[in-house]
């Protein structure tokens, strides 16, 4: 665990203003939260704290008389609304009107929309006492107000961070890196200690404080109690669950961490998660409808989205291999790693074993959420075009989108769309069978058959055993993915998690024969974070890999697909940008240039008196460039020279 110290300061920095300087949390939410602590507290005590606060009595009385509780006549005293609803209810109640007024409403529009980050909130808090309920935990209430306040540190960044959060979630949004690591990245401490900082300077209970540690990390080394550890576990089930129904705490593709402890302490069988999620959508619902908000509803189908999620979490990227049963004949894929030596020997064999006439095999891009065709057996009698043929996901129709979405094959017939039509037409023929190719429930490509005549029907016999087939397909894409990713590893620099110098000199030289055979032009540009050394000087080390780790995100959210980024050296940066002439590589050296410089006034209170700015030189490959070192010279010189002449500007080589 970090020294208690070092967090506190760390939590110091990030804030405009000393802690003990921060507004104090809402009384009464801090007496309520202190009396649900204390086994003592009886119905007298809620209905002191709440008839102490007038505002607050006001929206109990408006709750505890709403539809919500369907009593028959008014409630207009404290002590009865206590009394009929019981301890529970009302103290529910309470928090959960302070949180929304006090941290949600009435607050500045921004990226981070804190009516979301309240409906998370709620989700995570009921499903806390729920799960607490199930595991027969003797306070659940407590779970409740522990997942209500969990990521209280989102809020406190996004008011008192010297950046806010709102600029913290539109400058990362394309890093792809972890939220709790982008965030330590800008702030220097990610929200989870902020929250448990603040709690304990508001003397919270020790549960609360607790949570807001832990929840997003590993706990096996704090020295917990088995109660204590279930505890954290809960909330954070809780917090992932409410992530998998499409409500986490901010709009983001990035799923909360989910550690191992969690997994061990706590699996969907004990949970009933169908009766869970049922019993939280009914009761978020009419808190919603009360507050006028709109929650997602919950179906069986959500039970099955959290256990699939859970199962994503715990593996390790590399498929593991399920009992089909196919015929040895064409289990080609488990021969080879390389999708090009594997999916023809694959589809040949599919030919001789069944007779199949045609088989055209798509992959799937998950960036671009398109299929696209890599393989075509046997080849065609007129070339194909330039372009591949692609289908987007989103566009899919019909029964190809049953296909895909009910994992069975389907027969395509072209009277059907126009889209079908393009693949018949590819295929030469009026209908094909479309066979998805899935792993563990996640689609790696679509694998299509046809009759080789279009005048000989479809034989849809073989459908099943291809089937069986695509599974494997499945298994073999999946592992050739899991071998190239880690043979890139040891191309990859673990600061900035671009690529290494060794990875820089490989893709100049491959990029330089093939620019020399084929008479393409390719740009290089150096990059240089300016006056780096003050960084390290004046904030310490940890400070200036945060600032490398910006940089390279940067560059990184701006680049083109088939271009490279990597990290040539220290503080410097290298990019080359294929078929790119000199206006389109200064455009993007000066969009690089600009992002960083607005990035570096967001960071102005971090790091104040240090601007992040960068120079960049670029150089574009010619003919008197005889090999890479040449042309990386040329950029060197154009980027000395954009240093010398004031920083934070771009110099081209040819100028």
Known sequence: MDDPDTIAHSVRTALRSRVGDLPPAPAAAVKLLRLTSDDNTGVADISRVIETEPALAAKVLRIVNSPFYGFPRGIRSIPRAVTLLGLSAVRQAALNVLFYDDLVRGSDKGTFNRVYFWQHSLLVAILSRSIAQRLGHPDADSLYAAGLLHDLGKVILESHGRVRYSDFLAASIHSGNPSREDERIFFGVSHDTVGAVICASWELPELVCRVQSLHHRSFSDAGLTPQQAQEVAIVALADFIAWTQGIGSVKTLSSPCLSPEVLALLTPEQLDLADLLARADTEITEIGAFYGLQFPSSMQLRANMVITAISLSQSDGVAQPVATGPRTSYTAPHHSLDPDEFIPRTLEALRQEFGIGRLLMMQIESRRRCLVATHLLPKPVNPAPDAPLELTISALSGDLVRCLREHRPVVIRETESNQHATILARLGVTEAAAVPVMNRGRLMGLLWLSSEDASVPLNIGPLPEVLLVAGELGIALERSRAFAQERAKAEIDAL?????????????NQTFRQAADSGRRFA??????????????TFGHQAGDDVLRIVADTLRSLIRPGDFLGRYGGEEFLFVLVDTGEQGAL???????????????LLSDRFPGHALTASIGVALSERHHLDPGEIVAAADAALYRAKETGRNRVAAAWA
């Open 587 to 601: 455009s993007y050296a000066e969009r690089v240039r600009q992002e960083i410089e607005r990035r570096g006034r």
């Open 524 to 537: 290089v540009g150096l990059l240089d974070i300016d006056r780096f050394k003050r960084f390290n000087d």
């Open 496 to 508: 900035t998690r671009l690529h290494n110098r060794g990875a820089v000199d490989r893709v100049l």
